[in-house]
């Protein structure tokens, strides 16, 4: 195999600073509009980055729908907004066919798009709608795609859905099943700032003026960003402690107690598929040439939280998913 002259190193090196530089730009410009959920919009951003979709839960008035409007703005994205409730039809979302007149053929039918046609779907209170309608993004989550009466449509490039949910309200909501929770790459939890960050977010509505955001990138940089993130070289002991990491996440191949009498099913290979996509981004995001074991266990709870079903006794004990993940990560050997 050709190894890479030290010019075209050169090259992938200036191409690395130009792009993180951009993405830089991006995250000032979000910090300075909303205060004190740093860890959260970075999550949002390696989503994005890894070409995912994400879903954000949080109690109402954590600046969820902020969050996801002002980065749809800075990130340059064509966005569209649904209002999930219990009465939202499936060709609400994806669009439908209507019969009209036409001069040459007399009546034809003509599709008209849903506003899953857009670069960014902001999904708010995705559980209020029915599974029936929830189910209309299973395939445009996965296939970028959409198949109506027989006829397949291309979605933009790049597609992207941000998903909020509540955790509290439960009267006239739809949990999601597992199937649409595989399709969300991250599940991020989004808590109350502190109080250093709410004392800002205090002084900023006494300001005559409302803040709002630039556009810092194009659709186009941001797809050329996630083509580079792509082409970042992982190591092999990185790519053998997503496997272990898998592996004990497993209740037939783990070794971790809490694992085994817990876990009802575990993660699918697209968990790791996941683990490997975002930890490239995450090192990408923090202006490194390749990731670390460090990158992956940090990203192992939004990645594998929603993608472990506890048992009937364990939901019964309400056990805390997340305890044991940390005693996944503790076990699993770097």
């Not at 879903?55 to 729908?65: E, N, Q, S, V």
């Not at 949910?165 to 700032?193: H, K």
């Not at 940089?221 to 898998?246: C, H, M, R, T």
């Not at 090192?283 to 074991?293: C, I, K, Q, T, W």
Request: aromatic letters at 6%; glycine letters at 4%; proline letters at 6%.
């Amino acid at each position: 195999m050709e190894q890479p002259s030290l010019k075209d190193i050169e090259e992938v090196k200036k191409d690395f600073t130009i792009a993180n530089k951009k993405l830089s730009s991006v995250k000032n410009e979000i910090n300075n509009l909303v205060f004190g959920q740093n860890l959260v919009i970075d999550q949002i951003l390696i989503s994005i980055l890894a070409e995912g979709h994400a879903l954000i839960i949080g109690l109402p008035g954590l600046a969820k729908t902020r969050i996801v409007s002002f980065l749809s703005i800075i990130l340059g994205f064509a966005t569209k907004r649904v209002q999930f409730t219990p009465d939202l039809m499936p060709s609400d979302i994806l669009g439908s066919e209507i019969l009209e007149e036409n001069a040459k053929s007399g009546k034809d039918f003509r599709f008209i798009e849903g506003p899953i046609f857009s670069q960014l779907l902001l999904a708010d209170e995705i559980n209020r709608a029915s599974p029936r309608t929830q189910s209309a993004l299973l395939q445009a989550m996965q296939e970028k795609k959409v198949t109506i009466t027989g006829n397949t449509y291309d979605l933009p490039k790049p597609f992207h859905v941000l998903a909020t949910q509540n955790p509290i309200d439960q009267e006239g909501t739809y949990p999601l099943p597992e199937a649409q929770l595989d399709r969300f790459l991250m599940n991020i939890r989004i808590s109350y700032p502190d109080q250093s960050a709410e004392r800002k977010i205090l002084n900023l509505s006494n300001e005559k003026t409302d803040a709002s955001p630039k556009n810092v990138l194009s659709s186009n940089e941001l797809l050329e960003i996630q083509n580079f993130v792509k082409d970042i070289p992982v190591g092999e002991s990185v790519v053998q402690y997503i496997l272990n990491i898998i592996k004990q996440s497993r209740p037939e191949t783990s070794e971790v107690k809490s694992v085994k009498e817990n876990i009802l099913w575990g993660p699918s290979p697209r968990a790791s598929l996941a683990l490997m996509t975002t930890c490239k981004a995450k090192a990408f995001l923090e202006n490194r040439y390749s990731p670390s074991v460090f990158d992956v266990q940090s990203l192992v709870k939004p990645i594998l939280s929603h993608r472990l079903r506890l048992n009937i006794s364990a939901k019964s004990e309400n056990v805390n998913i997340e305890e044991i993940l940390d005693d996944v990560i503790n076990h699993t050997k770097n």
